[in-house]
């Protein structure tokens, strides 16, 4: 029988006697009394079995236990003596120490003896060898071996290093660099004929060599020189080409391009900082170039006419920037290996010659944007041909100004925007001033500035409908200087935003100085270079400013081309009062008739009519019902500011502000419609002038105040027609021109004394 399972961590009573029980049912079926009876006996023996080797073990233990208390005791003493023991070797160590402590110290008094004995003895070998050596010298010259010459001053000057203190230390010098300039120019032919053949076992012999005796600049200034040549020969010969000058700089940026790459690649088996030699050969070459850059580019600008010179500018720019571009994606995966002071010494090289016109650039910018506006005509001998001119324009001017946001961007990446705005501002000046003599113009040509009495009335709608069209014009230039400055504002602050740091504050000189430190750990001279920075700083701090509030005010927001904004909302007032004026010149010229005394006037009438005659019987003049049915046509012809969909000219019509408001206190449900707050500023209009030239009649006879009396009612039927009201001084005038001479001074008791005193010099009433 298996007892082990009673030894288990997880033994379970019950799984036990179930799995005996399963076994007895299989071996003997129906007898499971009988088997808990052996089962039982079984365990019984079992722990009777137990329990006797329990107590063997006990008994066992007990005998055992003085034995080890024994044992244990003796480890004790045997503890207690090795202690006793330590502090005796402890005390004989120190008795050990204090006795000897004056012998070492004699010792180490010898050892220092000896040491400088030593360095004594090397040094008189190494000035005996510097003897031997400068009297082999001369032999070893005669042998030409550079090697062999080279391992004879480098263990000369090791042997100098010794001889610092000697008093002709001085002597020694000169002497061995008299010697290492000998071998220098001894070599210097092999050393010409080893870089432009491009060996690379003798290259990394002079290496060697030069690196032995300190003289790796001088080894340097031979590859310059070398391939410095053969550089600026390849320019020498393009500059001697039919090219343009943008072909010969693409080339010979090509050819730089390339000396780069093939350079780097054997520098990097012969020098041991590959990129830094590489890149102080290409701004020595750029240097040195005959004629420079600089000289290059002022005689190709002489050829140029002026709307050309900028064009030409960023034409060669580009060349550069391409070249730029292409050596920063070079360098990039090795800048960490680059000296980035003369990477940064590089960029300025290849940027230098375009620093002084990127300074100018707003200068030149505008003198371009001007020269190109005024190839845009807007006047023109017909009004219509005019007005086509106007309406062509705006796509012209602002086609304009993108271009020169594109050259802006680049021509300075960005850091020329203040010159830019400038620039703009400069542009949609001249373009608004000539706008402005244009309309001038229009109006001499519709002669609105003069207002002759014509006898015949004719309606002609052309000059308001010509009109029109410029208040239109005007609404889409607003629309798209909205959307321009809008567009100029994130292009700003997409392209030169990065020259904003965190933290810029414009009144912080402090961080200004941060923001230097934060572009200097950039480390990437290629996107560090600020040529505005260096050239112009207050010019770099209005940039800064412009940022900011860009950044803080958000480009919805910006104020950029606010005077431009203003400027054109001032043309489109312009166009606003051209198109009222066409309008009301019909009307102006039918007043003039109201106080003639000829003909048509009021004065004659009074003579050769009774003055019995009832108001009834007269009828309205002439001129007042061809005004009245010019009014009555107005709406007609106002109808396209309502059904017409053209958001321009919504716009313009909504800015522009009509002469003759409504009075205060009235009720003006016209400034919701445009048709009718346009038809309600030339009512009131009419009814203003009609008053101040009814105000001029020198006298009135009874009849003739009658007549004018039943021109004012219809005049204000008319008004009633159309919805309107009649003005207040015009109900006034009307009063008074009604009341009998008797009840005239009661009913200008409540009217304005100015009034009522003229209208009683008109009719005689004193």
Known sequence: ??????????????????????????????????????????????????????????????????????????????????????????????????????SMQVLVEIDQVKSRIQLAAEALQEADKWSTLSADIEETFKTQDVALISNKLAAMQGSLAMLVDTPDYSDKCVQLEALKNRLEALASPQIVATFNSLSIDQAKLFVKVFGEMDRMPQLLAYYYKCHKVQLLSVWENLCQSEASLKQQLSEFYDTLLSAWHSQLQWSSQVFRNPYEVVTVLMIQTLSAMVPSIPECIAVELKRCPGEGRLDTLLELHQTAANFSRSLETAMQPHLADCNLLKVGELVSCVYAPYEAYQLQYGELEETNLLIQLSAVPLERGEVLDCVLELTHSVQKVFGLAAAAVDRCVKFTDGLGVCGLLRALRALFSKYVSDFSVTLQSIRSKYKLEDTPASEVFSEDWTAFQNSVRIIATCGDLLRQCGAFEQQLSNKILGRAGRFLWEGYSPRSLSGLQEGVAERRGQKNPWQEYNYLQQGNMAEYNNLLETLYSLKEKGTGNSSLLAETRASLTRLNQQANQLAFDSVFLQIKQQLGFANKPEGK???????????????????????????????????????????????????????????????????????ENTADYWLGSIARATMQTYCDVILQIPELTPHATKQLATDIDYLSNVMDALGLQTSRNLQNIVSLLRAKPAEFRQTAKPLPRRLTSTIAAMRGIE
């Open 1 to 102: 029988m298996d007892f082990s399972k009673f030894l288990a961590d997880d033994f379970d009573v019950k799984d036990w006697v179930n799995g005996a029980f399963k076994v007895a049912q299989k071996d003997a079926p129906g007898k499971a009394d009988a088997h808990a009876a052996t089962l039982v006996m079984k365990l019984q023996l079992f722990i009777q079995e137990v329990n006797n080797s329990i107590e063997e073990s006990s008994i066992q233990a007990v005998q055992n236990m003085p034995r080890v208390l024994r044992d244990v005791e003796a480890l004790k003493q045997e503890a207690s003596f090795l202690k006793e023991q330590m502090v005796l070797v402890k005390e004989d160590i120190r008795k050990f120490e204090q006795d000897t402590v004056q």
């Open 601 to 671: 006037g009021t004065s004659s009438l009074g003579e050769s009519l009774s003055e019995d005659l009832p108001t009834f019987s007269l009828s309205p003049q002439e001129y007042i019902t061809n005004i009245g049915q010019y009014l009555m046509s107005l709406p007609l012809h106002l109808e396209p500011f309502v059904t017409q969909e053209d958001p321009a000219l919504e716009l313009a019509l909504h800015t522009g502000k009509l002469p003759y408001p409504p009075e205060q206190g009235d009720d003006v449900p016209e400034l």
